[in-house]
Protein backbone atom coordinates (compact mmCIF):
# COMPACT_ATOMS: atom_id res chain seq x y z
CA UNK A 1 0.00 0.00 0.00
CA UNK A 2 1.35 3.44 -1.16
CA UNK A 3 2.23 5.87 1.53
CA UNK A 4 -0.34 8.76 2.06
CA UNK A 5 0.76 12.22 1.78
CA UNK A 6 -0.64 15.14 4.42
CA UNK A 7 0.26 18.85 4.53
CA UNK A 8 0.06 20.53 7.70
CA UNK A 9 -0.51 23.76 8.09
CA UNK A 10 -2.10 26.21 10.99
CA UNK A 11 -5.38 26.90 8.64
CA UNK A 12 -5.64 25.17 5.35
CA UNK A 13 -8.29 27.93 4.76
CA UNK A 14 -5.62 30.27 4.65
CA UNK A 15 -3.57 27.89 2.55
CA UNK A 16 -4.48 28.13 -1.36
CA UNK A 17 -2.12 25.49 -2.90
CA UNK A 18 -4.22 22.51 -3.96
CA UNK A 19 -2.61 19.27 -5.32
CA UNK A 20 -4.37 16.53 -6.45
CA UNK A 21 -3.50 13.08 -3.73
CA UNK A 22 -2.53 15.19 -1.48
CA UNK A 23 -4.67 16.02 1.74
CA UNK A 24 -4.43 19.33 3.65
CA UNK A 25 -4.93 19.15 7.31
CA UNK A 26 -5.27 21.26 10.42
CA UNK A 27 -2.62 21.29 12.86
CA UNK A 28 -4.62 21.26 15.61
CA UNK A 29 -6.52 18.32 14.19
CA UNK A 30 -3.35 16.10 13.15
CA UNK A 31 -2.25 16.78 16.94
CA UNK A 32 -5.88 15.71 18.52
CA UNK A 33 -7.86 13.53 16.09
CA UNK A 34 -7.44 10.18 17.04
CA UNK A 35 -7.73 9.18 13.25
CA UNK A 36 -4.60 10.41 12.43
CA UNK A 37 -3.06 8.42 14.99
CA UNK A 38 -4.06 5.53 13.77
CA UNK A 39 -3.28 5.54 10.29
CA UNK A 40 0.34 4.04 8.70
CA UNK A 41 2.40 4.75 6.01
CA UNK A 42 1.80 8.29 5.96
CA UNK A 43 4.43 10.93 4.42
CA UNK A 44 3.60 14.63 6.72
CA UNK A 45 5.01 17.70 5.24
CA UNK A 46 4.89 19.77 8.42
CA UNK A 47 4.44 23.24 6.59
CA UNK A 48 3.23 25.05 9.57
CA UNK A 49 3.71 28.91 10.80
CA UNK A 50 6.51 28.64 13.02
CA UNK A 51 8.59 25.32 14.68
CA UNK A 52 9.59 27.17 18.04
CA UNK A 53 9.62 25.02 20.90
CA UNK A 54 6.55 23.19 22.22
CA UNK A 55 4.69 25.26 19.26
CA UNK A 56 2.00 23.89 16.85
CA UNK A 57 4.96 23.21 14.17
CA UNK A 58 7.33 21.66 16.69
CA UNK A 59 4.16 18.88 17.99
CA UNK A 60 3.32 18.17 14.39
CA UNK A 61 7.17 16.92 13.85
CA UNK A 62 7.15 15.48 17.36
CA UNK A 63 4.40 13.41 17.41
CA UNK A 64 4.62 12.60 14.08
CA UNK A 65 7.82 10.57 14.98
CA UNK A 66 5.95 9.24 17.74
CA UNK A 67 3.16 7.93 15.42
CA UNK A 68 5.86 6.36 12.98
CA UNK A 69 4.97 8.70 10.43
CA UNK A 70 7.49 9.99 8.13
CA UNK A 71 7.66 14.15 8.87
CA UNK A 72 9.48 16.74 6.94
CA UNK A 73 11.13 18.42 9.14
CA UNK A 74 11.42 15.98 11.49
CA UNK A 75 12.76 16.68 15.00
CA UNK A 76 16.74 16.08 13.93
CA UNK A 77 16.23 18.49 11.79
CA UNK A 78 14.69 21.26 13.72
CA UNK A 79 17.82 20.42 16.42
CA UNK A 80 20.19 20.58 13.89
CA UNK A 81 19.15 23.72 12.68
CA UNK A 82 19.92 25.09 16.25
CA UNK A 83 22.90 23.43 16.40
CA UNK A 84 26.11 25.93 15.72
CA UNK A 85 28.47 22.39 15.91
CA UNK A 86 26.21 21.37 12.73
CA UNK A 87 26.32 24.78 11.06
CA UNK A 88 30.31 24.46 11.11
CA UNK A 89 30.43 21.03 10.01
CA UNK A 90 28.38 22.05 6.99
CA UNK A 91 30.41 24.84 5.93
CA UNK A 92 33.10 23.18 5.88
CA UNK A 93 31.52 19.96 3.77
CA UNK A 94 30.12 23.13 1.37
CA UNK A 95 33.38 24.95 1.72
CA UNK A 96 34.31 24.35 -2.59
CA UNK A 97 30.76 24.50 -3.49
CA UNK A 98 29.98 27.69 -1.44
CA UNK A 99 32.97 29.92 -2.33
CA UNK A 100 32.53 29.08 -6.24
CA UNK A 101 28.38 30.17 -5.89
CA UNK A 102 28.68 33.41 -4.24
CA UNK A 103 32.09 34.81 -5.63
CA UNK A 104 30.61 37.09 -7.28
CA UNK A 105 28.85 38.50 -4.52
CA UNK A 106 30.10 41.86 -3.47
CA UNK A 107 28.00 42.29 -0.15
CA UNK A 108 29.48 41.66 3.38
CA UNK A 109 26.30 39.27 3.57
CA UNK A 110 23.93 36.90 1.42
CA UNK A 111 20.60 35.19 2.18
CA UNK A 112 19.72 32.43 -0.07
CA UNK A 113 15.84 31.57 -0.09
CA UNK A 114 15.51 26.95 -0.34
CA UNK A 115 12.70 25.55 -1.74
CA UNK A 116 12.65 21.96 -1.22
CA UNK A 117 15.99 22.28 -2.61
CA UNK A 118 15.68 24.84 -5.23
CA UNK A 119 15.70 28.72 -6.05
CA UNK A 120 15.00 31.04 -8.20
CA UNK A 121 18.75 32.23 -9.41
CA UNK A 122 20.04 28.48 -11.22
CA UNK A 123 23.86 29.93 -10.16
CA UNK A 124 22.22 28.90 -6.69
CA UNK A 125 20.71 25.45 -7.23
CA UNK A 126 23.06 23.09 -6.78
CA UNK A 127 24.22 24.83 -2.89
CA UNK A 128 20.10 24.74 -2.23
CA UNK A 129 19.88 21.17 -2.88
CA UNK A 130 23.02 20.41 -0.87
CA UNK A 131 21.54 22.44 1.66
CA UNK A 132 18.28 20.88 1.70
CA UNK A 133 19.65 17.56 1.96
CA UNK A 134 21.68 18.37 5.08
CA UNK A 135 18.93 20.25 6.40
CA UNK A 136 15.56 18.33 5.56
CA UNK A 137 13.12 21.26 5.69
CA UNK A 138 10.59 22.38 3.62
CA UNK A 139 11.52 26.04 3.41
CA UNK A 140 14.81 27.36 4.58
CA UNK A 141 16.65 30.57 4.65
CA UNK A 142 20.50 29.64 4.68
CA UNK A 143 22.55 33.25 5.74
CA UNK A 144 26.29 33.62 4.17
CA UNK A 145 28.87 36.28 5.66
CA UNK A 146 32.15 36.83 4.10
CA UNK A 147 35.16 37.23 5.79
CA UNK A 148 37.71 39.31 5.01
CA UNK A 149 40.66 37.89 7.17
CA UNK A 150 40.34 35.13 4.70
CA UNK A 151 38.68 36.52 2.32
CA UNK A 152 35.56 33.74 2.11
CA UNK A 153 32.33 32.89 2.80
CA UNK A 154 31.10 31.32 5.30
CA UNK A 155 27.79 29.60 6.63
CA UNK A 156 26.22 31.57 9.44
CA UNK A 157 23.51 30.26 9.51
CA UNK A 158 20.32 28.09 8.54
CA UNK A 159 16.67 28.60 9.70
CA UNK A 160 12.88 26.94 8.61
CA UNK A 161 11.44 29.35 6.22
CA UNK A 162 7.81 29.69 7.21
CA UNK A 163 5.13 29.35 4.52
CA UNK A 164 3.68 32.82 5.75
CA UNK A 165 7.23 34.51 5.51
CA UNK A 166 8.06 33.86 1.88
CA UNK A 167 8.40 37.13 -0.28
CA UNK A 168 5.54 38.01 -2.53
CA UNK A 169 8.17 37.64 -5.29
CA UNK A 170 8.86 34.58 -4.39
CA UNK A 171 5.80 32.91 -3.58
CA UNK A 172 4.48 31.42 -7.12
CA UNK A 173 7.83 30.04 -7.48
CA UNK A 174 7.53 28.11 -4.12
CA UNK A 175 4.01 26.71 -5.13
CA UNK A 176 5.15 25.81 -8.33
CA UNK A 177 8.33 24.05 -6.52
CA UNK A 178 5.87 22.40 -3.95
CA UNK A 179 3.50 20.94 -6.96
CA UNK A 180 6.74 19.90 -8.84
CA UNK A 181 7.99 18.01 -5.43
CA UNK A 182 4.80 16.01 -5.24
CA UNK A 183 4.62 14.99 -7.96
CA UNK A 184 8.44 13.40 -7.37
CA UNK A 185 6.45 11.85 -4.30
CA UNK A 186 3.64 10.07 -5.65
CA UNK A 187 5.83 8.87 -8.12
CA UNK A 188 8.43 7.47 -5.99
CA UNK A 189 5.79 5.90 -3.80
CA UNK A 190 4.22 4.12 -6.74
CA UNK A 191 7.72 2.65 -7.50
CA UNK A 192 7.73 2.03 -3.61
CA UNK A 193 4.72 0.03 -3.23
CA UNK A 194 5.69 -3.47 -2.76
CA UNK A 195 8.47 -2.20 0.25
CA UNK A 196 7.91 -2.61 3.17
CA UNK A 197 10.53 -0.45 4.68
CA UNK A 198 13.30 1.67 3.11
CA UNK A 199 16.78 1.00 3.66
CA UNK A 200 20.08 3.60 2.69
CA UNK A 201 23.21 1.87 1.98
CA UNK A 202 26.24 4.74 2.31
CA UNK A 203 28.39 4.01 -0.22
CA UNK A 204 31.61 6.31 -1.38
CA UNK A 205 32.03 5.87 -5.20
CA UNK A 206 35.22 7.25 -5.05
CA UNK A 207 37.09 5.26 -2.46
CA UNK A 208 39.57 2.95 -3.80
CA UNK A 209 39.77 0.56 -1.03
CA UNK A 210 35.70 0.44 -0.83
CA UNK A 211 34.50 -2.76 1.52
CA UNK A 212 32.27 -3.72 -1.44
CA UNK A 213 32.72 -3.44 -5.27
CA UNK A 214 30.27 -2.33 -7.66
CA UNK A 215 28.70 -5.91 -8.18
CA UNK A 216 28.18 -6.65 -4.81
CA UNK A 217 26.53 -3.31 -4.21
CA UNK A 218 24.00 -4.65 -7.02
CA UNK A 219 23.71 -7.56 -5.20
CA UNK A 220 22.77 -6.34 -2.27
CA UNK A 221 20.71 -3.91 -3.61
CA UNK A 222 18.48 -6.84 -5.19
CA UNK A 223 18.52 -8.63 -2.18
CA UNK A 224 17.47 -6.13 -0.19
CA UNK A 225 14.03 -5.90 -2.81
CA UNK A 226 13.65 -9.63 -2.13
CA UNK A 227 13.17 -9.07 1.29
CA UNK A 228 11.03 -6.12 1.29
CA UNK A 229 13.23 -3.53 1.43
CA UNK A 230 13.57 -0.31 -0.97
CA UNK A 231 16.73 0.45 -1.08
CA UNK A 232 19.16 3.34 -1.65
CA UNK A 233 22.66 4.17 -2.23
CA UNK A 234 23.48 7.23 -0.31
CA UNK A 235 26.71 9.63 0.08
CA UNK A 236 27.95 12.29 2.87
CA UNK A 237 25.99 14.78 1.39
CA UNK A 238 22.61 12.46 2.36
CA UNK A 239 23.41 13.40 6.37
CA UNK A 240 19.88 15.50 6.76
CA UNK A 241 17.75 11.90 4.82
CA UNK A 242 18.46 9.77 6.91
CA UNK A 243 15.36 10.18 9.21
CA UNK A 244 13.06 8.87 5.86
CA UNK A 245 14.54 5.48 6.18
CA UNK A 246 13.91 3.13 8.62
CA UNK A 247 17.67 1.26 8.57
CA UNK A 248 21.06 2.01 7.69
CA UNK A 249 24.18 -0.22 6.20
CA UNK A 250 27.58 1.67 5.76
CA UNK A 251 29.56 0.25 3.14
CA UNK A 252 32.32 2.80 3.08
CA UNK A 253 35.11 2.42 4.86
CA UNK A 254 34.65 3.56 8.72
CA UNK A 255 36.29 5.70 11.04
CA UNK A 256 35.50 7.62 14.27
CA UNK A 257 36.61 10.85 13.40
CA UNK A 258 34.97 10.86 9.80
CA UNK A 259 31.19 11.32 8.23
CA UNK A 260 30.48 7.54 8.29
CA UNK A 261 30.71 7.44 12.14
CA UNK A 262 28.31 10.67 12.32
CA UNK A 263 26.32 8.90 9.91
CA UNK A 264 26.28 5.73 12.39
CA UNK A 265 25.45 8.02 15.33
CA UNK A 266 22.71 9.99 13.59
CA UNK A 267 20.99 6.77 12.21
CA UNK A 268 21.08 5.38 15.53
CA UNK A 269 19.72 8.54 17.20
CA UNK A 270 16.87 8.45 15.07
CA UNK A 271 15.64 5.22 15.65
CA UNK A 272 17.15 3.46 12.99
CA UNK A 273 18.55 -0.28 12.55
CA UNK A 274 22.52 0.56 11.58
CA UNK A 275 24.98 -1.46 10.16
CA UNK A 276 27.31 -0.75 11.66
CA UNK A 277 26.12 0.64 15.18
CA UNK A 278 28.71 3.08 16.37
CA UNK A 279 29.95 1.36 19.15
CA UNK A 280 30.96 -1.60 17.17
CA UNK A 281 32.78 1.06 14.86
CA UNK A 282 33.82 2.68 18.28
CA UNK A 283 35.83 -0.31 19.29
CA UNK A 284 36.72 -2.06 16.07
CA UNK A 285 39.15 1.09 14.62
CA UNK A 286 40.78 1.40 17.89
CA UNK A 287 43.77 -1.23 17.90
CA UNK A 288 44.64 -0.19 21.56
CA UNK A 289 41.00 -1.02 23.07
CA UNK A 290 40.93 -4.31 20.89
CA UNK A 291 44.44 -5.31 21.82
CA UNK A 292 43.08 -4.71 25.73
CA UNK A 293 39.89 -6.67 25.17
CA UNK A 294 41.24 -9.45 23.50
CA UNK A 295 43.78 -10.01 26.28
CA UNK A 296 41.13 -9.57 28.96
CA UNK A 297 39.39 -12.02 27.77
CA UNK A 298 42.39 -14.86 27.11
CA UNK A 299 41.44 -14.74 23.16
CA UNK A 300 45.57 -15.28 22.21
CA UNK A 301 46.89 -12.44 20.68
CA UNK A 302 50.41 -12.14 19.15
CA UNK A 303 52.77 -10.94 21.84
CA UNK A 304 51.65 -7.26 22.33
CA UNK A 305 52.42 -3.69 24.02
CA UNK A 306 50.43 -0.21 24.17
CA UNK A 307 53.39 2.30 23.36
CA UNK A 308 53.61 5.76 24.54
CA UNK A 309 56.78 7.80 24.65
CA UNK A 310 57.28 6.42 28.38
CA UNK A 311 57.98 3.17 27.51
CA UNK A 312 59.62 2.83 23.47
CA UNK A 313 62.66 0.75 25.03
CA UNK A 314 60.21 -2.18 26.17
CA UNK A 315 59.34 -2.84 22.69
CA UNK A 316 63.06 -4.48 22.16
CA UNK A 317 62.99 -6.90 25.55
CA UNK A 318 59.25 -7.75 25.23
CA UNK A 319 58.36 -8.18 21.47
CA UNK A 320 61.72 -8.26 19.86
CA UNK A 321 62.33 -7.39 16.21
CA UNK A 322 61.29 -7.65 13.51
CA UNK A 323 57.84 -6.71 15.05
CA UNK A 324 54.80 -4.74 13.53
CA UNK A 325 53.87 -0.93 14.85
CA UNK A 326 50.55 -0.15 14.27
CA UNK A 327 48.42 3.19 14.20
CA UNK A 328 45.55 2.60 16.25
CA UNK A 329 43.20 3.50 13.49
CA UNK A 330 44.78 1.94 11.18
CA UNK A 331 42.56 -0.06 7.73
CA UNK A 332 43.46 -2.03 4.84
CA UNK A 333 46.89 -2.20 5.73
CA UNK A 334 47.29 1.59 6.33
CA UNK A 335 48.93 2.48 9.23
CA UNK A 336 50.70 -0.36 10.16
CA UNK A 337 54.48 -1.03 9.42
CA UNK A 338 57.06 -3.62 9.79
CA UNK A 339 60.18 -2.23 11.18
CA UNK A 340 63.50 -4.56 10.88
CA UNK A 341 65.95 -2.92 13.28
CA UNK A 342 66.18 -0.31 15.93
CA UNK A 343 67.00 2.50 13.69
CA UNK A 344 64.03 2.05 11.67
CA UNK A 345 61.56 1.30 14.65
CA UNK A 346 62.78 4.67 16.02
CA UNK A 347 61.94 6.71 13.15
CA UNK A 348 58.35 5.16 12.56
CA UNK A 349 57.67 5.07 16.34
CA UNK A 350 58.53 8.68 15.97
CA UNK A 351 55.84 9.36 13.53
CA UNK A 352 53.24 7.45 14.65
CA UNK A 353 53.62 8.84 17.95
CA UNK A 354 53.20 12.33 16.03
CA UNK A 355 49.74 10.96 15.53
CA UNK A 356 48.43 9.31 18.72
CA UNK A 357 49.43 9.32 22.57
CA UNK A 358 49.49 5.61 21.97
CA UNK A 359 50.28 2.81 19.14
CA UNK A 360 50.60 -0.88 19.22
CA UNK A 361 54.07 -2.99 19.39
CA UNK A 362 52.81 -6.43 18.36
CA UNK A 363 54.81 -9.36 17.14
CA UNK A 364 55.76 -10.43 13.78
CA UNK A 365 54.14 -13.58 12.93
CA UNK A 366 55.06 -14.62 9.37
CA UNK A 367 52.29 -16.83 7.48
CA UNK A 368 51.28 -17.39 4.05
CA UNK A 369 47.61 -16.39 4.57
CA UNK A 370 45.18 -14.99 7.03
CA UNK A 371 42.15 -16.40 7.98
CA UNK A 372 38.93 -13.88 7.70
CA UNK A 373 35.92 -15.33 9.26
CA UNK A 374 32.37 -13.17 8.74
CA UNK A 375 29.89 -12.85 11.66
CA UNK A 376 26.36 -11.00 11.45
CA UNK A 377 24.17 -11.28 14.58
CA UNK A 378 26.50 -13.85 16.28
CA UNK A 379 26.56 -16.68 13.10
CA UNK A 380 29.15 -17.84 10.69
CA UNK A 381 28.79 -15.98 7.61
CA UNK A 382 31.59 -17.42 5.23
CA UNK A 383 35.54 -18.10 5.75
CA UNK A 384 38.01 -17.15 3.63
CA UNK A 385 41.82 -17.04 3.36
CA UNK A 386 43.62 -14.13 2.32
CA UNK A 387 47.40 -14.76 0.81
CA UNK A 388 50.22 -12.40 1.24
CA UNK A 389 50.88 -10.10 -1.94
CA UNK A 390 53.97 -11.60 -3.17
CA UNK A 391 57.06 -10.75 -2.26
CA UNK A 392 55.29 -8.85 0.59
CA UNK A 393 54.23 -9.82 3.95
CA UNK A 394 50.69 -8.21 4.28
CA UNK A 395 47.79 -8.79 1.90
CA UNK A 396 48.09 -5.79 0.45
CA UNK A 397 51.22 -4.59 -1.26
CA UNK A 398 50.88 -0.38 -1.87
CA UNK A 399 53.56 1.22 -4.17
CA UNK A 400 54.59 5.26 -3.59
CA UNK A 401 51.92 5.70 -6.16
CA UNK A 402 49.74 4.81 -4.29
CA UNK A 403 48.64 1.88 -6.18
CA UNK A 404 48.18 -1.83 -4.78
CA UNK A 405 49.16 -5.64 -5.52
CA UNK A 406 46.68 -8.10 -3.51
CA UNK A 407 47.37 -11.51 -2.85
CA UNK A 408 44.93 -14.21 -3.83
CA UNK A 409 42.32 -15.53 -2.17
CA UNK A 410 39.80 -18.57 -1.04
CA UNK A 411 36.68 -18.91 0.15
CA UNK A 412 35.19 -21.82 1.94
CA UNK A 413 32.08 -23.48 3.47
CA UNK A 414 32.67 -22.56 7.13
CA UNK A 415 31.99 -26.31 8.05
CA UNK A 416 35.01 -26.95 6.07
CA UNK A 417 37.19 -24.47 8.37
CA UNK A 418 39.12 -25.95 11.58
CA UNK A 419 37.00 -25.65 14.09
CA UNK A 420 39.21 -23.68 16.53
CA UNK A 421 39.29 -21.17 14.13
CA UNK A 422 35.74 -20.48 14.09
CA UNK A 423 35.31 -20.84 17.52
CA UNK A 424 37.93 -18.10 18.52
CA UNK A 425 36.40 -16.22 16.07
CA UNK A 426 32.86 -16.26 17.49
CA UNK A 427 34.14 -15.41 20.50
CA UNK A 428 36.31 -12.82 19.70
CA UNK A 429 33.38 -11.02 17.35
CA UNK A 430 30.95 -11.90 20.33
CA UNK A 431 32.99 -9.82 22.67
CA UNK A 432 31.96 -6.67 20.27
CA UNK A 433 28.11 -7.44 19.86
CA UNK A 434 26.04 -8.69 17.74
CA UNK A 435 26.94 -6.48 14.27
CA UNK A 436 28.53 -8.02 11.18
CA UNK A 437 32.60 -8.58 11.43
CA UNK A 438 35.29 -10.06 10.57
CA UNK A 439 37.50 -11.47 12.05
CA UNK A 440 41.18 -11.71 10.94
CA UNK A 441 43.09 -14.84 12.32
CA UNK A 442 47.00 -16.43 12.10
CA UNK A 443 47.08 -20.66 12.39
CA UNK A 444 50.33 -21.42 13.41
CA UNK A 445 50.47 -25.01 13.92
CA UNK A 446 47.21 -25.70 16.27
CA UNK A 447 47.64 -22.31 17.51
CA UNK A 448 44.97 -20.03 16.62
CA UNK A 449 46.00 -15.92 16.99
CA UNK A 450 43.12 -12.83 16.77
CA UNK A 451 44.63 -10.44 14.96
CA UNK A 452 42.09 -7.85 14.76
CA UNK A 453 38.23 -7.81 14.58
CA UNK A 454 37.15 -5.19 11.96
CA UNK A 455 33.76 -3.66 11.86
CA UNK A 456 32.49 -2.82 8.11
CA UNK A 457 34.01 -6.01 6.56
CA UNK A 458 35.06 -6.85 2.91
CA UNK A 459 32.21 -8.16 1.05
CA UNK A 460 33.38 -7.87 -2.70
CA UNK A 461 31.44 -10.12 -5.45
CA UNK A 462 33.35 -13.01 -6.94
CA UNK A 463 35.80 -13.27 -3.54
CA UNK A 464 33.67 -13.13 -0.42
CA UNK A 465 30.38 -14.76 -2.42
CA UNK A 466 31.83 -17.49 -3.84
CA UNK A 467 30.72 -20.29 -1.87
CA UNK A 468 26.71 -18.46 -0.76
CA UNK A 469 26.78 -16.84 -3.86
CA UNK A 470 23.32 -14.37 -3.92
CA UNK A 471 22.34 -15.98 -0.34
CA UNK A 472 25.11 -14.43 1.47
CA UNK A 473 23.50 -10.61 0.46
CA UNK A 474 20.03 -12.25 1.00
CA UNK A 475 21.12 -13.43 4.45
CA UNK A 476 22.73 -9.87 5.69
CA UNK A 477 19.18 -7.95 4.34
CA UNK A 478 17.23 -10.72 5.55
CA UNK A 479 18.71 -10.16 9.38
CA UNK A 480 18.48 -6.44 8.82
CA UNK A 481 14.86 -6.58 7.87
CA UNK A 482 13.96 -8.97 11.14
CA UNK A 483 15.43 -6.17 12.95
CA UNK A 484 13.00 -3.43 11.24
CA UNK A 485 10.07 -5.78 12.10
CA UNK A 486 10.95 -6.08 15.40
CA UNK A 487 11.61 -2.21 16.06
CA UNK A 488 8.89 -1.78 14.48
CA UNK A 489 6.87 -4.22 16.23
CA UNK A 490 7.82 -2.72 19.73
CA UNK A 491 6.31 0.58 18.82
CA UNK A 492 9.91 2.60 18.23
Known amino acids: MPKMILIIVDDPKSWPLQIEGVELVAARDYITDPHYLALRRLKIFNLCRSYRYQSLGYYVSLLAAARGHRVLPGIGALQDLKSPSIIRFVSTELDELMQKSLQPIRSESFTLSIYLGQNLAKRYVRLSQRLFKMFQAPFLQAIFVFNPKNSKWQLQNVQPLAASEIPAEHRDFAVAMVQEYFR ?49 LIGREDFGRLPQFDALFIRETTR ?111 TPFDWRIGIFDRKLLYACKYYMAREHWQILKRDQGGKHLEGDSETFPVEDVPLAVCRTALKAANLIGDGFYGVDLKQIGQRIYVIEVNDNPSIDAGVEDLVLKDSLYREIMQTIMERVEARKGRGQ
Open 256 to 366: VNHHSYRFARRAAAEGLVVIDDPDSILKCTNKVFLAELLQRHRIAVPKTLTVHRGNQARILTEIGLPCILKQPDSSFSQGVVKVDNPEQLKEELNKLLQKSDLVIAQQFMP
Open 184 to 232: GVRTRNRAKAAGRYDLAILVNPEEQDAPSNARALKNFVRAAEQVGFVSE
